[in-house]
């Protein structure tokens, strides 16, 4: 079993910059896929960005060129700098791992596939 535990959200103004980390309690296997979700009330959750094993990445189109995931296996972590936040970003953001996983056409895999999900950390964007 892991078990993912987010953290870095809080409060910031629009056009400022949070970095979020999730950190696993065991490295995964050497075929990954590490995504970040994101949910507000009354939305369904979505995508934001994945990044596998490999390096691939893809994102959201709503954050592309704002965000950036990243992974330091050495620390067993992932990131997502956020930039130019804007108060659309405003959610609870959940960290997810999925084992035995590759970008599949430039995506990752279904949110409903993943193995493990950490317990959100909460992002706030004011005007």
């Known amino acids: 079993q892991v078990q993912l535990v987010e953290s870095g959200g809080g409060s910031v103004q629009a056009g400022g910059s949070l970095r979020l980390s999730c950190t696993a309690s065991?490295?995964?296997?050497?075929?990954?896929?590490m995504g970040w979700f994101r949910q507000s009330p009354g939305k369904e959750r979505e995508e934001v960005a994945v990044i596998d094993s490999g390096g691939s990445t893809s994102y959201a189109e709503s954050v592309k060129g704002r965000f950036a995931i990243s992974e330091d296996n050495a620390k067993n972590t992932l990131y997502l700098q956020m930039n130019s936040l804007k108060p659309e970003d405003t959610a609870m953001y959940y960290c997810?791992?999925?084992?035995?996983?590759?970008?599949?056409?430039?995506?990752?895999?279904?949110?409903?596939?993943?193995?493990?999900w950490g317990q959100g950390t909460q992002v706030t964007v004011s005007s």
């Open positions: 997810a791992a999925r084992l035995r996983c590759r970008l599949y056409r430039g995506a990752g895999p279904h949110p409903r596939t993943y193995d493990y």
């Open positions: 065991r490295y995964t296997d050497s075929n990954h896929c």
